[in-house]
C-alpha cells in the first residue's frame, strides 16, 4: 500500500527524521491560510499523487499553467494561484502514463536553501533477506538512469536483522555520500531512525529523493515515498487509515474485499489462475503467443465459490477485456470449486468473450463435468501451452 508524501513525513517525523515544515490543503480556499500558518517567504506546493516526476510532469489542462507539479511560490498570491491551477487537475508523469491522475491534494511546504541533493532508500534486499540502505551522490533525478548510466555512484549497505542499525551502517552511508564531521554524524543518526520506521511499521520501500544538505549545514529529508508491506497491514490500523482509495484503480480495490492479489494491467487476455507462480507462467505464455495479459489475479490456494465468482466479475467488467483464461492447479483449491464459481459468475454478468478453461489437480474430473453439464460456450484446454494457444486464437477471431 502506498501513502502520499506529506503522510509519509509525517511518519518519518513521528521517529525524528528532520523534514521540513508543510501543511496539506484539500482545496483552494485552504491555500492561504496554509501558506499564512507556514510564514514564507518561499514556498512550495507539491502535488501529491502516487507516481514520481511530478516535477516534471504537466498537466492535461491548459488552466492548469505551463509548471510542472511541483512549483515554487515567492508569495501568498502565487501559493492561491498554483493551487487553483492545479486542483481537480489532471497530472501526466513517466510514471503515470498517458492517462494521469487527478490532483486532488496538495501540500503546501516551507521552501529550502539546498547546497547538495543525495538519493538515499531504505528497501528489502530479496537476495540477502535483509534490509537495505541504497544511496548515491546523484540526488533528484530518476536514480534507474543513475544506475544504468553510472552505476558506480549506487552503494548498498545491508543491514543484519539480529543487531540493527549500527554506528558502522551509519558511518557507511556517510562515506558513500562524502559526508563527514557534523553531517556524517547526522548521517548515521538519520539511518537509525528511518531503519527504527522501517521495521515498525513493515514498510516495504522508503525513497527519499532527493535527501538534501541546507546552506545552514543540515540534513533534510526534502522528499518520502513510502509503501508498505499489504500482508503485514493488520498489523496498522493507523496505517490504513492513511488509504486513499482515489489513488487506486477500481477493479484492484473490489478485489482487495474479497482477499484477491489482482493488479491490472494494459492487454487483453483476463486471466484467473491459483498461485502466484503459475500466474507468472500464465502471463508469460499469453506473451509467448503474441498478446498481452489485461491482468494478474492469484484467487489462492483456499478460494471458496464466492470468490471465484467475485474474481470472474472483476475480469469481465474491465472493457479492455477480449478473451478470457482460466488457468487452475488444484491442490488445496479442488477444481470443482472453481467450476461452480464460473458458472455462477457468467449466469449472473453473462458471457460476452470466448473463455478457455485449464483444470487439473483434486476433483478435476467432477471439475470438467460441471463445465461440459454447465450448457455454457467453454474452450477446454488440456495443458498450458494448449490454453494459451486457444485463447488467443479465439482472442484474434480464429
Same mark, same amino acid.
Given at each position: 500500500? +502506498?501513502?502520499?508524501e506529506y503522510q509519509?513525513?509525517?511518519?518519518?517525523?513521528?521517529?525524528?527524521?528532520?523534514?521540513?515544515?508543510?501543511? &496539506?490543503?484539500?482545496?483552494?480556499?485552504? !491555500?492561504?491560510?496554509?501558506?499564512? %500558518?507556514?510564514?514564507?517567504?518561499?514556498?512550495?506546493?507539491?502535488?501529491?499523487?502516487?507516481?514520481?516526476?511530478?516535477?516534471?510532469?504537466?498537466?492535461?489542462?491548459?488552466? =492548469?499553467?505551463?509548471?510542472?507539479?511541483?512549483?515554487? @511560490?515567492?508569495?501568498?498570491?502565487?501559493?492561491?494561484?498554483?493551487?487553483?491551477?492545479?486542483?481537480?487537475?489532471?497530472?501526466?508523469?513517466?510514471?503515470?502514463?498517458? @492517462?494521469?491522475?487527478?490532483v486532488n491534494r496538495?501540500?503546501?511546504?516551507?521552501?529550502?536553501?539546498?547546497?547538495? %541533493?543525495?538519493?538515499?532508500?531504505?528497501?528489502?534486499?530479496?537476495?540477502?533477506?535483509?534490509? !537495505?540502505?541504497?544511496?548515491?551522490?546523484?540526488?533528484?533525478?530518476?536514480?534507474?538512469?543513475?544506475?544504468?548510466?553510472?552505476?558506480?555512484?549506487?552503494?548498498?549497505?545491508?543491514?543484519?536483522?539480529?543487531?540493527?542499525?549500527?554506528?558502522?551502517?551509519?558511518?557507511?552511508? =556517510?562515506? $558513500?555520500?562524502?559526508?563527514?564531521?557534523?553531517?556524517?554524524?547526522? !548521517?548515521?543518526?538519520?539511518?537509525?531512525?528511518?531503519?527504527?520506521?522501517?521495521? $515498525?511499521?513493515d514498510v516495504e520501500?522508503?525513497?527519499?529523493?532527493?535527501?538534501?544538505?541546507?546552506?545552514?549545514?543540515?540534513?533534510?529529508?526534502?522528499?518520502?515515498?513510502?509503501?508498505?508491506?499489504?500482508?503485514?497491514?493488520?498489523?496498522? /490500523?493507523?496505517?490504513?487509515?492513511?488509504?486513499?482509495?482515489?489513488?487506486?484503480?477500481?477493479?484492484?480495490?473490489?478485489?482487495?474485499?474479497?482477499?484477491?492479489?489482482?493488479? !491490472?494491467?494494459?492487454?487483453?487476455?483476463?486471466?484467473?489462475? +491459483?498461485?502466484?507462480?503459475?500466474?507468472?507462467?500464465?502471463?508469460?505464455?499469453?506473451?509467448?503467443?503474441? %498478446?498481452? /495479459?489485461?491482468?494478474?489475479?492469484?484467487?489462492?490456494?483456499?478460494?471458496?465459490?464466492?470468490?471465484?465468482? $467475485? &474474481?470472474?466479475?472483476?475480469?469481465?467488467?474491465?472493457?479492455?477485456?477480449?478473451?478470457?483464461?482460466?488457468?487452475?492447479?488444484?491442490?488445496?483449491?479442488?477444481?470443482?470449486?472453481?467450476?461452480?464459481?464460473?458458472?455462477?459468475?457468467?449466469?449472473?454478468?453473462?458471457?460476452?468473450?470466448?473463455?478457455?478453461?485449464?483444470?487439473?489437480?483434486?476433483?478435476?474430473?467432477?471439475?470438467?463435468?460441471?463445465?461440459?453439464?454447465?450448457?455454457?460456450?467453454?474452450? /477446454?484446454?488440456?495443458?498450458?501451452?494448449?490454453?494459451?494457444?486457444?485463447?488467443?486464437?479465439?482472442?484474434?477471431?480464429?
Amino acid at each position: 500500500m +502506498n501513502i502520499h508524501e506529506y503522510q509519509g513525513k509525517a511518519l518519518l517525523k513521528e521517529f525524528g527524521a528532520p523534514v521540513s515544515r508543510g501543511v &496539506a490543503i484539500f482545496s483552494a480556499d485552504e !491555500a492561504e491560510a496554509a501558506a499564512k %500558518e507556514l510564514g514564507g517567504p518561499l514556498w512550495v506546493v507539491k502535488s501529491q499523487i502516487h507516481a514520481g516526476g511530478r516535477g516534471k510532469g504537466k498537466f492535461k489542462e491548459a488552466a =492548469a499553467g505551463e509548471k510542472g507539479g511541483v512549483r515554487l @511560490a515567492k508569495s501568498i498570491e502565487e501559493v492561491k494561484l498554483f493551487a487553483q491551477q492545479m486542483l481537480g487537475n489532471t497530472l501526466v508523469t513517466i510514471q503515470t502514463g498517458e @492517462a494521469g491522475k487527478q490532483v486532488n491534494r496538495l501540500y503546501i511546504e516551507d521552501g529550502s536553501d539546498i547546497e547538495k %541533493e543525495f538519493y538515499l532508500s531504505a528497501l528489502v534486499d530479496r537476495e540477502t533477506g535483509r534490509v !537495505a540502505f541504497v544511496v548515491s551522490t546523484e540526488g533528484g533525478v530518476d536514480i534507474e538512469q543513475v544506475a544504468h548510466d553510472t552505476p558506480e555512484k549506487i552503494h548498498t549497505i545491508t543491514i543484519d536483522p539480529a543487531t540493527g542499525a549500527m554506528p558502522h551502517h551509519g558511518r557507511s552511508v =556517510a562515506k $558513500a555520500l562524502g559526508l563527514s564531521g557534523d553531517l556524517g554524524k547526522q !548521517a548515521g543518526d538519520l539511518v537509525s531512525k528511518l531503519y527504527r520506521a522501517f521495521v $515498525a511499521k513493515d514498510v516495504e520501500m522508503l525513497e527519499i529523493n532527493p535527501l538534501i544538505v541546507t546552506t545552514d549545514g543540515n540534513l533534510r529529508c526534502l522528499d518520502a515515498k513510502v509503501s508498505f508491506d499489504s500482508n503485514a497491514l493488520y498489523r496498522h /490500523p493507523e496505517i490504513m487509515e492513511l488509504r486513499d482509495l482515489t489513488e487506486e484503480d477500481a477493479k484492484e480495490i473490489e478485489a482487495s474485499k474479497f482477499d484477491l492479489a489482482y493488479i !491490472a494491467l494494459d492487454g487483453t487476455i483476463g486471466c484467473m489462475v +491459483n498461485g502466484a507462480g503459475l500466474a507468472m507462467a500464465t502471463l508469460d505464455i499469453i506473451k509467448l503467443y503474441g %498478446e498481452e /495479459p489485461a491482468n494478474f489475479l492469484d484467487v489462492g490456494g483456499g478460494a471458496s465459490e464466492e470468490k471465484v465468482t $467475485a &474474481a470472474f466479475k472483476i475480469i469481465t467488467a474491465d472493457p479492455s477485456v477480449k478473451g478470457i483464461l482460466v488457468n487452475i492447479f488444484g491442490g488445496i483449491m479442488k477444481c470443482d470449486v472453481i467450476a461452480r464459481g464460473v458458472i455462477a459468475a457468467v449466469k449472473t454478468v453473462g458471457l460476452q468473450v470466448p473463455l478457455v478453461v485449464r483444470l487439473e489437480g483434486t476433483n478435476v474430473e467432477e471439475g470438467k463435468q460441471i463445465i461440459r453439464e454447465s450448457g455454457l460456450n467453454v474452450i /477446454p484446454a488440456d495443458d498450458l501451452d494448449d490454453a494459451a494457444q486457444k485463447i488467443v486464437n479465439a482472442v484474434r477471431g480464429g
